[in-house]
């Protein structure tokens, strides 16, 4: 992070300095910009970690959280959640070493960022339209910022800068526009030009390394080589001349393709891909024309957006939905080509948004989405260059057109971004936590399976049973094909004591996944309750051979056979288990060693646990000392 300050430093006092008519110091500007987009997303410090990929990424791994060879090796080779990206889990370890577990401290770095995304985008910005139009400056430093406004303070960034996991997108996007501020400056200078070509793939390659999915940078120059610079040119004899602009970029593709190799790999490897037995090319092709179209109309009118837009059942491109979205993308391709001449600004934006969004889109389906707002962050820059170039317009031509008339709509346009920053103020309070987060979900889309199956997840955590499992049968009944709810609906009647209805649904879980460990122990712990030993043993045996360090799988194994008798191989399991226990689960693991020796009769040994166990957690310490009580 001090690294891109610096550079960021460096290129805003390299345009104060060439700031032409010397009006507006483009620094205080950009500083401006970002501080305005820091108090609009404030809300988001208060946020908790939430139960969407937090829990995995943060809350329970231990891996990322310190800076010595062991941490670095893992950042560097884990592909968690289906992503290679240890420049991010390197800014989540300096938060760790910051903040340890406080989640304001990992919010405050987001929104940093965030910050520094809108910062650097109207620098960008200001370069291009320095670039394409013979404006006066102030039209173009108001076209720069209120691209940067237009993009930062849209409610569309709330779920990437408010959700700490998306850490990934607001990181990247910073190396991605450092990369095109550098690419433009090499294009400004050619005595210099190889240095920053250098600093450009040097950014871009950091880029990568914090999400694959700025993969499509090298396009994106070339867009930018068309318009605004200029570079590359549709005339007859021109082809030396672009062919070396091309042959620019190939560093920048080989980059791209390992990003991409990457990337695709991650998903692939934790088997996220939506398999073409569920979703055939057309069906993906319906997807990406659906998902295009999406992210316009939430530009145009963000209203309702939540943390899952669920994938229908049945997709086809004959289906009205998905025909009128490729009726309408096909539209807009078609008006920005017509206007390329007298608008050139629209036709470079629309494409740079089509190729930013191709990763993305669709076609290479993974999830249970059928769009995403997070998705709509990096493509929005092209969306936002547009909007910046059609109020720069307005502003460079208020000699020309009625006054009154412009004053109104750059009016107009004001409110807009006004109106964007109190949407932006309330749904970046949405993820305050997982409750508020998973209520509005299923508030805002009644039936979205996976919001249900979420906010019954979370129910059954704070122990709230009988609303948990009304919710998770109706994530079921809406998504019968969907199997991760059973384990979760499972535990919940298990805490119920409907021991049989609990067994019933884990076991449908594992005849679709027999090697799921976690299904595994929860069943082998139902059959504990039920007093079915030897097949609770034999269940948690099971789970061992899969995962044989597994302390959850360790322990409950351990209790099995303590009530099967065997004294000896049940305590020596509990002390096993308690050596492989994280943090999160050694207090448990000391409490059921504890429990098994009461049961055998050995109270001073249980007694001894009671120090340790209550430096860990005092309401189990108190369980087992109400145990030992109650043993005399």
Not at 152 to 164: Q, Y
Not at 488 to 499: E, F, I, K
Request: glycine content about 6%; hydrophobic content about 50%.
């Amino acid at each position: 992070m001090t690294a891109n300050t610096t550079v960021l430093t460096a290129s805003l006092e390299i345009e104060h300095e060439r700031d032409r008519d010397g009006v507006l110091p483009v620094a205080w500007i950009a500083f401006g910009l970002g501080l305005v987009t820091f108090a609009v997303f404030f809300p988001a410090l208060w946020s908790d970690f939430v139960l969407w990929d937090d829990q995995v990424n943060i809350v329970r791994n231990r891996d990322y959280r310190g800076l010595g060879p062991t941490h670095l090796r893992w950042m560097f080779s884990t592909i968690l959640m289906g992503h290679w990206i240890p420049v991010t889990w390197l800014t989540f370890a300096l938060d760790y070493t910051l903040w340890g577990m406080q989640p304001l401290g990992y919010h405050l770095t987001n929104v940093f960022l965030h910050a520094i995304d809108v910062a650097l985008l109207y620098v960008v910005a200001l370069r291009l339209l320095r670039t394409a139009q013979a404006w006066p400056e102030r039209a173009r430093h108001a076209g720069a910022a209120a691209a940067a406004l237009f993009f930062g303070l849209h409610p569309l960034r709330a779920e990437s800068v408010a959700w700490v996991t998306e850490r990934r997108d607001v990181l990247s996007t910073a190396f991605f526009l450092l990369s095109v501020l550098l690419y433009l400056r090499a294009h400004d200078e050619p005595a210099s030009r190889r240095r920053w070509h250098v600093f450009s793939l040097v950014t871009f390659a950091l880029g990568l390394a914090s999400k694959s999915m700025i993969m499509t940078l090298p396009a994106v120059l070339i867009i930018l080589d068309i318009y605004p610079l200029r570079r590359i040119r549709f005339a007859t004899g021109a082809w030396p001349t672009n062919r070396a602009v091309l042959f620019e970029k190939v560093p920048y593709v080989v980059l791209g393709l390992i990003g991409a190799a990457l990337g695709y790999y991650a998903q692939q490897a934790n088997h996220y891909f939506t398999s073409l037995e569920r979703f055939a090319w057309h069906a993906r092709l319906a997807i990406v024309g659906a998902s295009t179209l999406f992210y316009v109309w939430k530009t145009v009118l963000p209203i309702g957006l939540g943390p899952m837009y669920e994938v229908p059942p049945d997709i086809s491109l004959l289906d009205v939905r998905f025909a009128a979205a490729w009726l309408a993308v096909l539209g807009l391709t078609a008006a920005a080509i017509a206007l390329r001449r007298r608008y050139p600004v629209i036709l470079a934006g629309w494409a740079s948004y089509l190729v930013m969004l191709g990763p993305v889109s669709g076609i290479a389906h993974a999830g249970f989405q059928l769009a995403s707002d997070r998705y709509a962050y990096l493509p929005s820059l092209g969306l936002a260059l547009i909007a910046g170039a059609a109020v720069g317009a307005l502003v460079a031509y208020d000699g020309v057109a009625r006054p009154a008339f412009v004053r109104a709509v750059l009016g107009a346009a004001a409110a807009l971004v006004a109106a964007f920053g109190i949407l932006t103020w309330q749904q970046v309070q949405i993820w305050r936590d997982s409750e508020s987060l998973w209520t509005y979900a299923v508030e805002a889309e009644p039936n979205c399976s996976v919001c249900h199956a979420n906010l019954g997840v979370w129910l059954n955590n704070q122990r709230n049973y009988d609303v948990a499992i009304h919710h998770l049968e109706t994530a079921l009944a809406l998504r019968p094909d969907r199997i991760a709810p059973h384990i979760y609906l499972g535990m919940a009647l298990v805490n119920t004591w409907r021991l049989d209805e609990g067994v019933a649904h884990f076991e449908t879980h594992l005849r679709e996944r027999p090697n799921d460990v976690d299904a595994l122990v929860v069943l082998g712990v139902a059959r504990i309750r039920q007093k079915r030993y030897e097949e609770a043993r034999a269940t948690l045996a099971q789970a061992l051979r899969i995962h044989p360090m597994n302390p959850m799988a360790r322990l409950n194994y351990a209790t099995a056979v303590a009530y099967l008798g065997r004294r000896d191989e049940a305590l020596a399991e509990h002390r096993f288990a308690i050596t492989v226990a994280n943090d999160d689960d050694l207090a448990r693991a000391r409490y059921a060693y504890a429990s098994t020796l009461v049961m055998f009769g050995d109270i001073d040994g249980a007694r001894a646990q009671l120090a340790p166990l209550g430096a860990l957690d005092s309401q189990l310490a108190a369980q087992l000392a109400y145990e030992v009580s109650r043993s005399h």
